[in-house]
């Protein structure tokens, strides 16, 4: 008996995720960090925040499925994964909530063979099992652009309208506007991948096993928060010795709670201050960039 339209969908959608790749290569910068517990949630420096903040960063982690198709005029689509945030904006009783992430995930480019790959689509998937409908339609109006190496790696969709979205529980909110950046703060980011780290993704040396690489970024299927200190800052960016891996741009860079210098406020801790980018045009220096967050636009 063949399969029903809605049966042949779903074994479409599992043949993609299992084949679900990533958009750019990332950076291993500092193996000695490992993933362990702090209270419930997974960190690999459990020095570097408190639990609580932890805690609260964990339910912001949101996985970004990418579709592209390969090639302009083709039917043929490839997943990728990529990461995403909530951001609410606005004065008190009037908030929004828009969804940020990496603009490179969410615009046409050439893929590592030089074929043009075209945005399609891309949807939010909540990880925590909360909300009966877990996977939720985000618009990016630049998605019909080329992307460009050269450009702020940023891209504001529209305003969602989901309820569990917009609690505060689930939104991060920007840094205040006289927020200054500068070397030696500590910042963090909160990761849910359904993909394990490979030395590909990752570029880690030679001899990095996938096990290996499992202790420093944590398992699939889970929320890990990786840590580390900016070590350089220019009029865009923000350069820092935080790990990621392929599938970890456009994900919310923000304010860790310890050892922090006297630029970081008590009201800066947990606030929004980047999208993490990953090596972004030089892939030879042993670092990570993200790129700063300012108020959209519209």
């Known amino acids: 008996m063949p399969d029903s339209p809605d049966n042949a969908s779903r074994q479409h ?28 949630a997974n960190v690999d420096n459990t020095k570097a925040l408190s639990e609580s903040l932890a805690v ?21 689509l490839v997943l990728y994964e990529g990461q ?9 009783g009037n908030f929004s909530f828009r969804p940020v992430t990496a603009k490179h995930n969410v615009t046409t480019q050439m893929n590592a063979i030089g074929e043009l790959e075209q945005f399609d689509s891309a949807t939010l998937f909540i990880p925590d099992g909360r909300v009966p ?8 109006p630049v998605g019909d652009q080329i ?8 891209a504001w969709g529209n305003a969602v309208r989901c309820d569990h979205l917009r609690h505060p529980n689930s939104c991060f909110e920007l840094a205040r506007s006289d927020f200054v950046y500068e070397e030696g703060q500590h910042v963090g980011m909160a990761i849910y991948s359904d993909s394990e780290v490979t030395p590909e993704a990752s570029q ?15 398992k699939a299927h889970q929320v890990n928060i990786l840590t580390g200190k900016v070590t350089a800052v220019d009029e865009n960016m923000i350069v820092y010795d935080m790990n990621s891996f392929g599938g970890c741009s456009g994900a ?32 030879t220096l042993n670092r990570n960039v993200a790129f700063k967050l300012i108020m959209p636009d519209r």
């Open 13 to 40: 959608d599992t043949a993609l995720e299992e084949a679900a790749s990533f958009r750019v290569c990332e950076r291993l910068v500092n193996p000695d960090r490992q993933i362990s517990h702090l209270g419930t």
């Open 56 to 76: 609260q960063v964990t339910r912001k982690a949101f996985k970004l499925k990418i579709m592209a198709s390969k090639g302009v005029d083709s039917d043929e």
């Open 84 to 92: 995403v945030g909530i951001i609410r904006l606005g004065p008190v």
């Open 133 to 140: 409908n877990r996977i939720i339609r985000t618009t990016f």
């Open 147 to 154: 992307f460009d190496h050269s450009e702020i790696d940023i």
């Open 204 to 218: 880690a040396p030679p001899g990095y096993t996938k096990e290996t690489l499992v202790k420093i970024y944590g």
């Open 252 to 283: 919310i860079v923000f304010l860790l709670d310890k050892d922090q210098p006297e630029s970081v406020r008590p009201e800066d801790v947990g606030k929004a201050i980047a999208i993490h980018s990953g090596p972004h045009w030089d892939e």
